[in-house]
């Protein structure tokens, strides 16, 4: 078993800046892909960035250019920094760890982007 425990969600101004980070603790391993998605009342959870133990790095269309992912294998953990912030970037944030057909996923943290 693996959990994943997200934190830094809260309440941004358009244009601010947030970093996400999750923490990985039990059967975890660095094999492991890591990922940030997200998800909004009604709507299908989303992918917004993955990163393999290898350091290749997927990101949503709608989020590149803004928005960095980063793990740190020895302490596993995966941020998630999240600059020029939009309206539209309002969700629950949620971590995500798949190892083939093995895949967890955190409790969500809750980013609202509003003035």
């Known amino acids: 078993q693996v959990q994943l425990v997200e934190s830094g969600g809260g309440l941004v101004q358009p244009g601010g800046s947030l970093r996400l980070s999750c923490a990985a603790s039990?059967?975890?391993?660095?094999?492991?892909?890591m990922g940030w998605y997200r998800q909004t009342p009604g709507q299908q959870r989303e992918l917004v960035a993955t990163?393999?133990?290898?350091?290749?790095?997927n990101y949503a269309d709608s989020v590149k250019g803004r928005f960095t992912i980063s793990r740190n294998n020895a302490k596993n953990t995966v941020d998630l920094q999240m600059n020029s912030l939009k309206p539209e970037d309002t969700a629950v944030y949620l971590c995500?760890?798949?190892?083939?057909?093995?895949?967890?996923w955190g409790q969500g943290t809750q980013v609202t982007v509003s003035s």
């Open positions: 039990g059967s975890i391993r660095s094999s492991y892909r």
């Open positions: 995500n760890a798949q190892l083939a057909i093995a895949t967890y």
């Open positions: 990163i393999t133990s290898g350091g290749n790095i």
